[in-house]
C-alpha cells in the first residue's frame, strides 16, 4: 500500500474542520465534491455563534487520521477509533441503527429489504457517540469499514484467543480505524464537533454538519397537512371529484398528488401537461387552491420523444436510456437549466411541488455503472448525485416565485439537509417505516411512511396514526385508488387521526424551526438525543441463526423523537399493546396530559396515539375552533412558539414571530416578538399538566 | 463514452472462441486473467474431437459483439442479445435461475439471502439457451447488465408506450446487447457454443466450458459415503468415540471432519495439529482408516503467529489481518509455495482433504477491498481468486502424492470445474438449499445442502434425504454434535437413506464421469437440459408487492437431473406432499421400476425419495449383497458403466474399466472392457422396470 499522509485538518467554522486530499490538484472543483452539486451556502452566522469543540481524533490511541493515495486509481482515509465509540449513519437505513463492525459499500439504490449499504441516501457519512460527525465528501461510491479492518500495522492488536481452547473468543476484532476507500483521487474530509459540554453530542454534532449543509427547511404550512395521491389513470374531472369526495366525508385534504398520467407520455416521461385528459389543468389548481389543496405532480427524468425537452436537453444527455427516455446529464449546467426554467413555468402555472420517482436506482432499469455522459461523469457518480440535484434544480425553481415547495423523492445524498424533500419507496415494512422515520435523521433527511392498503381495520388506522406523526401525512393510493374511508367501520377513526395531525401542526411546524435554526432534526432516534435506551444481545452460538456467536446493540427503533418535547412511540398493525420507554426525566401523556412512567406497557385503542411531552416543555396544538392551544407539561418550564407565513421565503430574512411562555405551577406567561411577521393564530389558550 | 472496437475473435477449440481486449498489452499474463490463477489445461484431446458450432453472435440484429476501453480505467464489453433468449449464470444463485434484464455487481461473497450478484462463485460466466456461454476472463469484478441497459444508440430500440393511456407497457426495455463492465483496461472475452443439431444447448454450451476449464473431475470413492463433522472442541477420543458409535447404532461412515479445534490456533489459524487434544493423530488417522474412515481437517488462511507457518509466509502478506491472523498473498507464488508443502505435509499423514471456511468473505471481518499485497494484487481481485486458488493449492498437494481428495469450500470462481471441491455456507433454507444443488451447474460447481439440525423428525429425515441426493451426504455437527439417530423415531429411516446412498454410489460416480470426460454437471437443473419446464408468471399491478407490475419466468428450481439418467425430486421438510414434473419422454420410479406419468402429484413417506430413471437408461446400483445391479428401464436401451480405482489419478492415464449395456425386452447382454482396470464389483445383477 501507498505512503501513509497525515491529514492536515483546517478549522473552518467552530467545531468544523476540513481536510483535503487530492491527488491531482489540477482537475479540483466539482468533480472531487460530492456535495459541491447541490449543497445550499453553510449557515455561516449560525455556525459562528457556536462554541469551539475539541477536534476529536487528538490523542487517538491509534494515532492520527491518515490517507494513503493511489493517484487517481484510488484513495482510503483511516479515521482514529476508540474501543468504546458506537458509530451510526452510513446511509438510510431501516432495520438497526448501530454500525459497529459493519461493512458497507455504499451506493445509491432502493432499498431491497437489507441495510447493505444500497440505499436511497448513500450518505459517505456518520456520527459517533463521542460527539463527533465524519463526512466524505466525494461523489464516488464509498466503502466503509466501520472498525472491522484490523490493520497489520495496528499499534493495539487485539488479542489471538482459542476459540474452542479459551474463553473469551469474539469474532469481531476491533480496529483503531475506521478505513473509508474510494476508486478517486481526491475528496474533502469533513470533521464535526458537538461542544465538550453537550449533554446530545450525536444530535449536537450532526446539528452542526445540517447547518454546514445550509441548515434544515421549514416546509410550507400546507405540507403539513393530509396529502392524497390519486390513481395515475385519473383525469382532471377525477380530481374534482376526489376533492369533493374528501369533502363530503368531512376529511381534511391539502394536497392531491397525480401520478404519471398528467402528462403526454410516462415512462419515459414528456413532463408536459396532457390537455386532453386535464384541458383546463390551470383553472383545476386555481379551483382546489381556492379549497386550500395544492398540486403535486409525479415525474421521472428519462425523457420522452414526444417532450418539448427533448429537443433541447438531448445534446445534454447520456449514452444509455432508460424506459425508452434520454437522461439529462446533471453534471452538466446547461442540461439543468434546461429543466429548470421548464419547472419554473410548471410552479409558476400553480403547481406545489413534485415527486422525483426513480432516481435512485434498481440497477435492472437504471442506466449503468458504466453509463457515459457529457460532462465526463460516469453511470455511478451520476447516481449518486441525481435525487440532490433535481431537488436543488426544482427548489431553485420555486425560491425564483418567492415560495416554498415540498415534495417527495426517491433519492438524496449528504449535505442535502436544506433541500425540501422527503424520501419514499417501494417498501411497505411497518416497522421499517418507523425505523426509517427516525434513522433518516443520520443522514439529515426525511423519511416519509406513507399509506398504501391495510388488509385489516387495524393495520389502516396504526398506518395513518405512524404517518400522521411523520414529515408527511400520506395516503398514496396510485394503484389501488384507495381513500381514507376504506373501511367504514373506522372512518370516524380515521377522521380523528387526520384532525390530529391539524391539531399538531403547530407543534410540528416548531419542530423544523429546529431543523432550519439549528440543525437539529426534526424526526430522529433516541439514540441521538439519549444513549441509555440501547440494550444488548449477547452472542449465543446457534448453528442455523448465529453460527459466528455475533452479539447485537439495539437501539430504540420503534420510537423518535419529534422536534425538542415529543416522543411518539406508534402501535404496531397486528397489535393492541405496545412497550414505551422514556429517557431519564418527567414525561406526560400529549392528550391527558397526566404524567407517565418512564417505562410501560398498555393498550392502546386504535385512536389512541402514543405521544409523550417532555416535562418542562410548551407544545403549541391549534384547537378545533382555531385556537393555539399551548400545553405546559411539568411543574415548571418554558417554550418558545415559533410562526411566519408558511408560504414565503420571510423566514429566511427574519420574518417571523415568536411567543415566549414561561409557567410554573398552573399559572403562565407570553410575550410575542414580531420579527415583521404577526403570528397567524387566533386566541391563545393554555392547558396544564397533571402530575 | 470510448470509441468501439469489434471484438477480434479467433477459435481456439471446435465452438470456443476467444477475443482479447487488452488496453495495455506491456502488461498482459496473470493480471488480466482470473482463471489463469487456478485453471487446469483444457481438455485438448477431448475439445478437438467435438464437432465445430456456429458463431452465435453472427448475424444479430443489433450488430457485432464490441467494447469500449477507457485505458486502465475501465472497459465495457458489449454480447448481442435476441429478444427471444433465455440467459442463466452469474454465479451462484439460491432463488430463481434465469438472470434475464437482471443487473449484477458480482463479487466474492457470503450469501446473504439474496440473489444479488454477492456469492460464492461470483463466476463472470452466463450460458444463452440459443446454446451458447460467454466468460468474461477477469479477475476484476463485473457488473452485468443482461440486457436490462438500452443503448441511445441501438439499431432497433424498444417502442414508446403511455403506461396509463396505452396498452402494453412494461417495466422491462430489452435491449440488444448484455453489458459487462469492470475496472480493468484488458481481458479475454471467451465464447463457448453448442453443435447445431444439440438437444440440451445450454447443458452442451456449458459443457464445452467445464472441458475447457479443465474437465470436471471425478472424486474418490470414500467421498460418496456419509460425512460426519465434529463439534469443534472434540478431541482425539471423541471422535473415536464416534467412529465406535457410528459402528454401534449401524450406520455407515465414510468421512469425519474435524473443525477448528484440530490446531494449536483458531481464529487466528496455525494449520498445526494440537498435540495435546490429538496426541497420536497418525495413529488416530490409520486407525480410522482401517474402519474404512477418512479425516478431513476444516481450516481458514488467517494465520496465527503461534503457527510454524508465520515466519515463512509472513513477507508475503497483506496489508491487513482477518480474524488477528496475516493473510497469504496468492498472488504470489512464494506464498502459494509454502502452503502447499505445509498440505503435502498434512495430506501425507493421512488427511483426506479439507474443508476452506471463510474464503468467500462476509465484509465484516474479511479484508477490506482497498486491502495491499505484496503481487500487487487489491483486496477485491485478492478476494475474486482466494478459494479457486486453495483449492487448486491442495489438489496439487494431494496429486503429487497421486492420491484424490475431495473438499469443502466457501468460495470458487470461474474455471474452477476440475478442482474438487463442493460449496457450503452458513445459510439454511431447505428450497434455497435444493435450488443450489441444480443451480451450482450454471457456474461449473457444486453444491451441498448439508443437514445441521431440525425441529421435527419429518423435517430431519427430509434434510438427510436432498443430502443423499447431492455431491457430499453429511451431517455438519460442528456446533450441536447433532448424530443421525438424533431423533431415535425415525433412526430406522434415516439409516436406510444412509444405505440408500451407498447403494446409488455407482449412479453417482458414472455421473461423475460424464462431468470429467464430457464436462456434463453430474447435478443440473432440469433447464439446462430441457427448456419445456418453465411456466411465466403474468405481472399483476400490486401497489405493495409488484408496484411495476414484473413478470417472472419460473423455471423448475426444486427438482434436478443427476448425470444423464436421473432426476432427483427432494420432499420439503415441513410437507408429505409434491408435484412431480418430468421432461418429454418415459421416467419410471427408481424403487418400483413402475412407469410414472410426466406430471402427478402424490405422498411420500419419510423413507421414500422421490427419483426417477429416463426409459432407455441403465442405472448402476449397489445391493446389499455388494452384488452391482443394473437397472433396465424401458422396454430397450442401453448404457455404460464406468468404473476406476476411486483413489488415484490413474483414470487420468486411461485406467479404468467399461461395462457396456444393451437391454431389450427384460434382457440384457453386456461387455466389459477393462483398460489397465478390472470393475471392482462383485456379481453382476439386472432388474427390469414393469411398464
Same mark, same amino acid.
Given at each position: 500500500?501507498?505512503?501513509?499522509t497525515?491529514?492536515?485538518?483546517e478549522?473552518i467554522?467552530?467545531?468544523?474542520?476540513?481536510a483535503?486530499?487530492?491527488?491531482n490538484?489540477?482537475?479540483?472543483?466539482m468533480?472531487?465534491?460530492?456535495?459541491?452539486?447541490?449543497?445550499h451556502?453553510?449557515?455561516?452566522?449560525?455556525?459562528?455563534?457556536?462554541?469551539?469543540?475539541?477536534?476529536?481524533?487528538d490523542?487517538?490511541?491509534?494515532?492520527?487520521?491518515?490517507?494513503?493515495?493511489?493517484?487517481d486509481a484510488?484513495?482510503?482515509?483511516?479515521?482514529?477509533?476508540?474501543l468504546?465509540?458506537?458509530?451510526?449513519?452510513?446511509?438510510?437505513?431501516?432495520?438497526?441503527?448501530?454500525v459497529?463492525?459493519?461493512?458497507?459499500?455504499?451506493?445509491?439504490?432502493?432499498?431491497?429489504?437489507?441495510?447493505?449499504?444500497?440505499?436511497?441516501?448513500?450518505?459517505?457519512?456518520?456520527?459517533?457517540d463521542?460527539?463527533?460527525?465524519v463526512?466524505?465528501?466525494?461523489?464516488e461510491?464509498?466503502?466503509?469499514?466501520?472498525?472491522?479492518?484490523?490493520?497489520?500495522?495496528?499499534?493495539n492488536?487485539?488479542?489471538?484467543i482459542?476459540?474452542?481452547?479459551?474463553?473469551?473468543?469474539?469474532?469481531?476484532?476491533?480496529a483503531?480505524?475506521?478505513?473509508?476507500?474510494?476508486?478517486?483521487?481526491?475528496?474533502?474530509?469533513?470533521?464535526?464537533?458537538?461542544?465538550k459540554d453537550?449533554?446530545?453530542p450525536?444530535?449536537?454534532?450532526?446539528a452542526?454538519?445540517?447547518?454546514?449543509?445550509?441548515?434544515?427547511f421549514i416546509?410550507?404550512k400546507?405540507?403539513l397537512?393530509?396529502?392524497?395521491?390519486?390513481s395515475?389513470?385519473a383525469?382532471?374531472?377525477?380530481v374534482?371529484?376526489?376533492?369533493?369526495?374528501?369533502e363530503?366525508?368531512?376529511?381534511?385534504?391539502s394536497?392531491?398528488?397525480?401520478?404519471?398520467?398528467?402528462?403526454?407520455?410516462?415512462?419515459?416521461?414528456?413532463l408536459?401537461?396532457?390537455?386532453k385528459?386535464?384541458?383546463?389543468?390551470?383553472?383545476l389548481?386555481?379551483?382546489?387552491?381556492?379549497?386550500?389543496?395544492?398540486?403535486?405532480?409525479?415525474?421521472?427524468?428519462?425523457?420522452?420523444?414526444?417532450?418539448?425537452?427533448?429537443?433541447?436537453?438531448?445534446?445534454?444527455?447520456?449514452?444509455?436510456?432508460?424506459?425508452?427516455?434520454?437522461v439529462?446529464?446533471?453534471?452538466?449546467?446547461?442540461?439543468?437549466?434546461?429543466?429548470?426554467r421548464?419547472?419554473k413555468?410548471?410552479?409558476?402555472?400553480?403547481?406545489?411541488?413534485?415527486?422525483?420517482?426513480?432516481?435512485?436506482?434498481?440497477?435492472?432499469?437504471?442506466?449503468p455503472?458504466?453509463?457515459?455522459?457529457?460532462?465526463?461523469?460516469?453511470?455511478?457518480?451520476?447516481?449518486?448525485?441525481y435525487?440532490?440535484?433535481?431537488?436543488?434544480?426544482?427548489?431553485?425553481?420555486?425560491?425564483?416565485?418567492g415560495?416554498?415547495?415540498?415534495?417527495?423523492?426517491r433519492?438524496?445524498?449528504?449535505?442535502?439537509?436544506?433541500?425540501?424533500?422527503?424520501?419514499?419507496n417501494?417498501c411497505?415494512?411497518?416497522?421499517?417505516?418507523?425505523?426509517?422515520?427516525?434513522?433518516?435523521?443520520?443522514?439529515?433527511?426525511?423519511?416519509?411512511?406513507?399509506?398504501?392498503?391495510?388488509?385489516t381495520?387495524?393495520?389502516?388506522?396504526?398506518?395513518?396514526?405512524?404517518?400522521?406523526?411523520?414529515?408527511?401525512?400520506?395516503?398514496?393510493?396510485w394503484a389501488?385508488?384507495?381513500?381514507?374511508?376504506?373501511f367504514?367501520?373506522?372512518?370516524?377513526t380515521?377522521?380523528?387521526?387526520?384532525?390530529?395531525?391539524?391539531?399538531?401542526?403547530p407543534?410540528?411546524?416548531?419542530?423544523?424551526?429546529?431543523?432550519?435554526?439549528?440543525?437539529?432534526p426534526?424526526?430522529?432516534?433516541?439514540?441521538?438525543?439519549?444513549?441509555?435506551?440501547?440494550?444488548?444481545?449477547?452472542?449465543?452460538?446457534d448453528?442455523?441463526?448465529?453460527?459466528?456467536?455475533?452479539?447485537?446493540?439495539?437501539?430504540?427503533?420503534?420510537?423518535?423523537?419529534?422536534?425538542?418535547?415529543?416522543?411518539?412511540?406508534?402501535?404496531?398493525?397486528?397489535?393492541?399493546?405496545?412497550?414505551?420507554?422514556?429517557?431519564?426525566?418527567?414525561?406526560?401523556?400529549f392528550?391527558?396530559m397526566?404524567?407517565v412512567?418512564?417505562?410501560?406497557?398498555?393498550?392502546?385503542?386504535?385512536?389512541?396515539?402514543?405521544?409523550?411531552?417532555?416535562?418542562?416543555?410548551?407544545?403549541?396544538?391549534?384547537?378545533?375552533?382555531?385556537?393555539?392551544v399551548?400545553?405546559?407539561?411539568?411543574?415548571?418550564?418554558?417554550?418558545?412558539i415559533? $410562526?411566519?407565513?408558511? !408560504? &414565503?421565503? @420571510?423566514y =429566511?430574512? /427574519?420574518?417571523?414571530? #415568536?411567543?415566549? *411562555?414561561?409557567?410554573?405551577?398552573?399559572?403562565? $406567561?407570553?410575550?410575542? !416578538? &414580531?420579527? @415583521?411577521? =404577526?403570528? /397567524?393564530y387566533?386566541? #391563545?389558550?393554555? *392547558?396544564?399538566?397533571?402530575d
Open positions: 500500500m501507498n505512503e501513509k497525515i491529514l492536515q485538518f478549522r467554522f467552530p467545531g468544523i474542520w476540513r483535503r486530499v487530492c491527488a490538484t489540477d482537475t479540483g472543483g468533480g472531487t465534491s460530492l456535495t459541491a452539486f447541490y449543497k451556502e453553510p449557515r455561516t452566522e449560525k455556525l459562528d455563534s457556536l462554541p469551539e469543540a475539541g477536534f476529536p481524533f490523542g487517538a490511541p491509534g494515532g492520527e487520521a491518515f490517507c494513503q493515495s493511489d493517484g484510488g484513495t482510503v482515509i483511516c479515521l482514529p477509533l476508540r468504546s465509540e458506537r458509530l451510526y449513519g452510513l446511509g438510510l437505513n431501516y432495520q438497526r441503527l448501530c459497529n463492525y459493519a461493512a458497507r459499500q455504499l451506493r445509491c439504490d432502493h432499498y431491497g429489504g437489507q441495510d447493505n449499504g444500497r440505499t436511497h441516501i448513500p450518505a459517505p457519512f456518520y456520527v459517533s463521542r460527539g463527533y460527525a463526512l466524505i465528501d466525494t461523489p461510491p464509498v466503502s466503509f469499514y466501520m472498525g472491522s479492518s484490523v490493520r497489520r500495522d495496528a499499534v492488536p487485539p488479542p489471538e482459542h476459540r474452542f481452547r479459551e474463553k473469551g473468543w469474539s469474532a469481531v476484532t476491533p483503531e480505524y475506521v478505513e473509508a476507500s474510494f476508486a478517486a483521487g481526491g475528496c474533502d474530509v469533513y470533521v464535526f464537533a458537538a461542544s453537550s449533554k446530545s450525536m444530535r449536537d454534532a450532526a452542526r454538519y445540517n447547518l454546514w449543509s445550509g441548515g434544515g416546509p410550507p400546507w405540507g397537512g393530509m396529502w392524497q395521491r390519486v395515475g389513470y383525469d382532471g374531472e377525477d374534482r371529484a376526489e376533492a369533493a369526495a374528501f363530503e366525508h368531512d376529511m381534511p385534504l394536497v392531491i398528488g397525480l401520478e404519471p398520467g398528467w402528462q403526454t407520455a410516462a415512462y419515459p416521461s414528456s408536459d401537461w396532457d390537455e385528459h386535464f384541458p383546463d389543468h390551470k383553472s389548481m386555481a379551483e382546489l387552491a381556492s379549497k386550500g389543496i395544492r398540486l403535486n405532480l409525479w415525474e421521472n427524468f428519462f425523457i420522452s420523444e414526444k417532450s418539448t425537452l427533448y429537443d433541447p436537453v438531448s445534446p445534454y444527455c447520456g449514452s444509455h436510456k432508460v424506459w425508452n427516455g434520454i439529462p446529464d446533471l453534471g452538466s449546467p446547461e442540461a439543468v437549466e434546461i429543466l429548470s421548464h419547472h413555468k410548471l410552479a409558476a402555472e400553480g403547481v406545489s411541488g413534485f415527486k422525483v420517482d426513480e432516481c435512485d436506482g434498481f440497477d435492472g432499469w437504471l442506466w455503472d458504466h453509463a457515459s455522459f457529457p460532462s465526463g461523469l460516469r453511470g455511478i457518480t451520476m447516481r449518486a448525485i435525487g440532490a440535484v433535481l431537488q436543488r434544480m426544482q427548489d431553485d425553481a420555486f425560491r425564483s416565485l415560495r416554498r415547495t415540498y415534495g417527495l423523492v433519492a438524496s445524498n449528504a449535505g442535502a439537509a436544506h433541500l425540501p424533500y422527503v424520501i419514499y417501494d411497505y415494512s411497518f416497522p421499517q417505516f418507523l425505523t426509517g422515520t427516525a434513522s433518516a435523521a443520520f443522514c439529515g433527511a426525511l423519511w416519509v411512511p406513507e399509506v398504501r392498503d391495510a388488509s381495520p387495524r393495520e389502516w388506522a396504526r398506518r395513518f396514526a405512524l404517518s400522521a406523526l411523520s414529515p408527511i401525512l400520506m395516503l398514496n393510493a389501488s385508488g384507495a381513500k381514507p374511508w376504506k367504514p367501520e373506522i372512518e370516524d380515521i377522521r380523528s387521526i387526520l384532525r390530529f395531525r391539524q391539531s399538531i401542526a407543534a410540528l411546524y416548531n419542530a423544523f424551526r429546529g431543523w432550519y435554526e439549528e440543525g437539529i426534526p424526526f430522529r432516534p433516541l439514540c441521538m438525543d439519549w444513549a441509555g435506551g440501547a440494550s444488548e444481545k449477547g452472542g449465543e452460538l448453528d442455523t441463526e448465529n453460527p459466528y456467536s455475533l452479539g447485537e446493540l439495539l437501539d430504540v427503533t420503534d420510537e423518535y423523537l419529534i422536534g425538542r418535547d415529543l416522543l411518539a412511540a406508534p402501535v404496531a398493525p397486528d397489535s393492541d399493546t405496545r412497550r414505551i420507554i422514556l429517557p431519564p426525566g418527567e414525561w406526560y401523556d392528550f391527558t397526566e404524567r412512567e418512564n417505562s410501560f406497557t398498555r393498550e392502546f385503542a386504535l385512536d389512541e396515539i402514543p405521544l409523550y411531552v417532555r416535562g418542562g416543555a410548551v407544545v403549541p396544538t391549534l384547537g378545533e375552533d382555531g385556537a393555539l399551548l400545553r405546559c407539561c411539568g411543574r415548571e418550564g418554558e417554550g418558545i415559533y $410562526d411566519d407565513d408558511g !408560504e &414565503s421565503f @420571510g =429566511e430574512r /427574519g420574518e417571523y414571530s #415568536l411567543i415566549k *411562555v414561561i409557567f410554573a405551577d398552573g399559572r403562565a $406567561d407570553y410575550t410575542v !416578538e &414580531s420579527h @415583521g411577521y =404577526e403570528p /397567524g387566533g386566541d #391563545l389558550r393554555f *392547558v396544564f399538566s397533571r
